[in-house]
């Protein structure tokens, strides 16, 4: 009964420092790929909000243009149309890619 009772002390001593040292490591793998998913998400924004500051500064200059009397109204809905579809190909990307 005292070997018997011995080896459970010891299973449970030796085991219990390489549980805890397991759960570190998935402690510190979860922090390491909530940190990249939480900077993939940043760097999206990112490029997002330029893209959307790109497309307003062509859009100011082209109400400039417009109201200076450049552009036909066939040109203009043709820019229209265009920036439509590059919106609309920006949409259906971040929907496929979980943006």
Same mark, same amino acid.
């Given at each position: 009964?005292?070997?018997?009772? =011995?080896?459970?002390?010891?299973?449970?001593?030796?085991?219990?420092?390489?549980?805890?040292?397991?759960?570190?490591?998935?402690?510190?793998?979860?922090?390491?790929?909530?940190?990249?998913?939480?900077?993939?998400?940043?760097?999206? &924004?990112?490029?997002?909000?330029?893209?959307?500051?790109?497309?307003?500064?062509?859009?100011?200059?082209?109400?400039?243009?417009?109201?200076?009397?450049?552009?036909?109204?066939?040109?203009? =809905?043709? =820019?229209?149309?265009?920036?439509?579809?590059?919106?609309?190909?920006?949409?259906?990307?971040?929907? &496929?890619?979980?943006?």
């Amino acid at each position: 009964m005292g070997m018997e009772s =011995f080896r459970r002390i010891s299973d449970i001593l030796f085991s219990r420092p390489l549980i805890n040292f397991i759960m570190v490591l998935l402690a510190m793998s979860a922090a390491y790929f909530t940190t990249i998913g939480s900077i993939k998400i940043e760097l999206a &924004e990112k490029a997002e909000n330029a893209l959307v500051a790109a497309i307003d500064k062509k859009l100011a200059r082209m109400e400039v243009v417009i109201r200076e009397g450049r552009v036909s109204k066939d040109d203009f =809905f043709e =820019f229209k149309n265009s920036v439509e579809r590059r919106l609309s190909r920006i949409e259906f990307y971040l929907m &496929e890619h979980g943006g």
